[in-house]
Each structure stands twice: as C-alpha cells, then as structure tokens.
C-alpha cells in the first residue's frame, strides 16, 4: 500500500464486485455500502490485513471489529449459537442488528480483529451487492464505519472517499444508506440479553421476541464507539433545542421554527427518515462552518434511541 493514495468510488458491476472481493482475498482494504452505513472491510483471518483497518482509521487497538458474513450458515461456522441466538437472528438478519456471541472457532477471525475477546461480533448486512461481495470473498470480512476514528460515520461513498483519502482502496458506491444509523449490537453471550448500542433495529422489536433488554455489563469492554465523546463534528451541539440562538444553525425535527437557518431531519416527523438524513445533515451544518449547531428534541423510542445515542456521542465534551 502507498503511502498516500485515494479511496476512489467505483460502480457496481459483476466485474468491480469480483475485483473487490479478490482484493478483500489479497488482504487489501475494500469500502463498501450497507444498509446502515459504509464499511470499511478486510479479510478478518488475516492479522496482516486487520492492522490496515486499525492504521487506516486511527483506531485503538483495543476496539473490536464486527464480522460481516453473508448468511446464517456462515455465521454459524464463527460463533456459537443458541436456541435464542438463532431465533432473533432468524428474525432480523439480513438486517442492522450485530450479535456478540461466544467464539466458537478461532480460525475465521484472528486475535487482533476481535481485540483479544473470547466472543464475536457478527452480522448479515442487508443489501444484496453486500452479501455479494461476502459471498465471492468466502471469509469473514471485518468492517468498522469507513471514518476516521471518532468522526462521523459515512453513509455515501464521498463521505468514504473524503474521510480516508490518506490512504488507497477501492469505495463500492452502493448509494445512499438506507438505514443511515450503525447497527443495533446485542450482547447474547450470557443469560441476560445486553443492548450494547441502540442502532437500526429498534430495541422495542427484539425485546418482543426475548423480553427486555439489560443495559451494558460492567465489565464491557469500553469501546471508542461506546465512549462519551464520538462521532463527533467539529461544531458544539447544542441539545433539546428549542429554536436557534444568534450563531447558531438548527438540526430540526418535524417542521423548523419561522425563518430559521438549517436543515430539518424529517418534515413529517418520521425517525427512519431522520436516521437516513442524520450524519450527512450534520456533515453539511458542520461544513458551513457553524461554531455552533442547535439541535431540535427527537422522541426517544424506536430509532429515536440511536438518533439521540448518536447526537449525545456528538455533543459531549471531547477528551
Ligand atoms: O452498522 C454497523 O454496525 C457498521 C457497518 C459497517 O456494519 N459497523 C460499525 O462498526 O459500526 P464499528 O467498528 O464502528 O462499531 C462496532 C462496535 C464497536 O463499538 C465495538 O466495540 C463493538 O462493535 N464490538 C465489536 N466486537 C465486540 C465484542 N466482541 N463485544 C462487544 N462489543 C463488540
Ligand atoms: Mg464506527
């Protein structure tokens, strides 16, 4: 890999996806679109490969990769799966749900991409190119969000290729993600099912499938995309915001207030359409260069939680 380079968006076509997957079998870094963000993947069995995720983000060593695989049956061959494992996974995947699960072999993704852990983050993205793309690498393929570590997380293949042009890859531009959140991440390594990050499944719907889920344990991991401060813009945010004050642009929500300057999440009101728009409104605000960026109050249910996780990570002091 070169030492400066250009992440470069490329059209999917049967030929880009199998040129991405032989390079993901290379050990090379390939961007690519799912429904709730960009990733940015490499082969997870490979050590070699996984410290380029790490380099090319900036990213603490001590925070883990999810494994992207393109099936139930494939995720099964990585992780142990229980009889409830197996009923929300039926449920949900393809789909933004991620499920921490015990480790069952240590051969399909290495040390350094599970930070060390005994269990395993695993999911099955929705869009088909994606699970494509997994299916014609035939590994698991550890992806983190295509970002700088502790930036917004890209959902369009320019935000990939402006976020990480220090390095040199190919962006499998999958249009805009649908979803616009990460995924929802459930702990099912123990007794007690675990909501780890609120994301693109509402927790309302697993928790009708397995009852209520616990806050994090305390001995979880403290992972950067569970710390305080994260996805962060370089504006403060102003949280629960009634209006705008002087200096101030508005990240609204279900209508703005007469004559103000900004941009709202969903006219409508509606939380799927205001997780879709989230990080790309916050991208523009933030590159019109507010000092400043008020924000309107998002009900806290259903995708309401990861919107307001998000915005919270966004707004808290940084270290
Ligand atoms: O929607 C998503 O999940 C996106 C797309 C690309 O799939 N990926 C994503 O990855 O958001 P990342 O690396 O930005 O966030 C993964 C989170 C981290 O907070 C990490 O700590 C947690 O998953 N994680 C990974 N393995 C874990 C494990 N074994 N136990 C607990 N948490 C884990
Ligand atoms: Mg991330």
Not at 251 to 259: A, H, K, N
Request: proline share 8%; aromatic share 4%; net charge positive.
């Amino acid at each position: 890999m070169l030492a400066t380079g250009v992440m470069r968006p490329r059209k999917i076509t049967k030929a880009s996806l199998a040129r991405a997957a032989s390079a993901l079998r290379a050990g090379r870094l390939v961007a690519f679109a799912t429904e709730t963000v960009y990733g940015l993947g490499a082969r997870a069995d490979d050590p070699r490969a996984v410290a380029k995720i790490y380099a090319a983000k900036r990213r603490p060593r001590f925070n883990p990769l999810i494994a992207h695989v393109p099936d139930l049956a494939a995720a099964k061959r990585i992780a142990s799966f229980d009889a409830r494992a197996e009923m929300v996974a039926r449920a949900f995947w393809p789909g933004p749900l991620t499920l921490v699960l015990p480790l069952r072999s240590s051969a399909g993704v290495c040390n350094a991409a599970r930070a060390g852990l005994p269990s395993i983050a695993i999911r099955v993205p929705a869009p088909k190119q994606a699970r494509d793309l997994l299916r014609l690498a035939g590994v698991p393929i550890a992806a983190p969000s295509a970002n700088p570590s502790g930036r917004l997380s890209p959902t369009r293949a320019i935000d990939v290729a402006r976020g990480l042009s220090h390095i040199q890859g190919d962006v499998l531009d999958g249009g805009p993600c649908a979803v616009g959140v990460e995924s929802t991440i459930v702990d099912l390594t123990g007794e007690t099912a675990r909501l780890l990050r609120p994301g693109g499944v509402a927790a309302e719907d697993i928790a009708a499938l397995i009852g209520d889920l616990a806050a994090p344990g305390g001995n979880t991991i403290k992972a950067p995309g569970m710390l305080a401060s994260h996805y962060a813009p370089r504006a403060q945010l102003r949280l629960n915001a009634g209006g705008p004050e002087a200096g101030e642009l508005y990240l609204g929500f279900g209508g703005m207030p007469q004559g103000t300057d900004g941009i709202d999440l969903s006219p409508r009101g509606d939380l799927a359409e205001a997780a879709r728009n989230l990080f790309v409104a916050l991208r523009d605000l933030d590159g019109r260069g507010a000092a400043r960026i008020a924000v309107a109050a998002i009900p806290e249910k259903g995708l309401g939680r990861a919107i307001n996780d998000r915005l919270r990570r966004a707004a808290a002091p940084r270290p």
